[in-house]
């Protein structure tokens, strides 16, 4: 989970297995008969919530690397255009270079 708010939701007789979450809370949420087993859920993330026979078993810290919402695949594949295309008058440059001298110069 990256960030997932679970608000006013019953679970019954669910496992939560191999789970890392990042910004994911439980608000005024029941949870009967559950089993977290190598999850990062803490009890910080149990906000105003019932836990009915609940276990926890080999808690992890997870990956808490965040990234800002506004920080979308756009800019990646934006910064990477342009990366890309500040190598193009380099391989303009080289090409015309080639053809000028030959490429056995070149190398």
């Not at 342009?82 to 030959?102: H, Q």
Request: hydrophobic share 40%; aromatic share 20%; glycine share 4%.
């Amino acid at each position: 989970f990256k960030s997932v708010t679970f608000e006013d939701s019953l679970f019954k007789n669910c496992v939560f297995e191999d789970i890392t979450s990042l910004n994911s809370y439980f608000r005024n949420r029941t949870s009967v008969n559950t089993t977290f087993y190598n999850t990062d859920f803490k009890q910080y993330k149990f906000i105003d919530s019932k836990l009915i026979n609940y276990t926890f078993f080999h808690i992890r810290m997870g990956c808490q690397i965040s990234f800002n919402d506004d920080y979308s695949a756009y800019w990646i594949y934006f910064v990477n255009f342009m990366g890309t295309l500040a190598l193009l008058p380099g391989n303009i440059v080289s090409a015309l270079l080639m053809d000028r001298i030959g490429w056995l110069m070149t190398l």
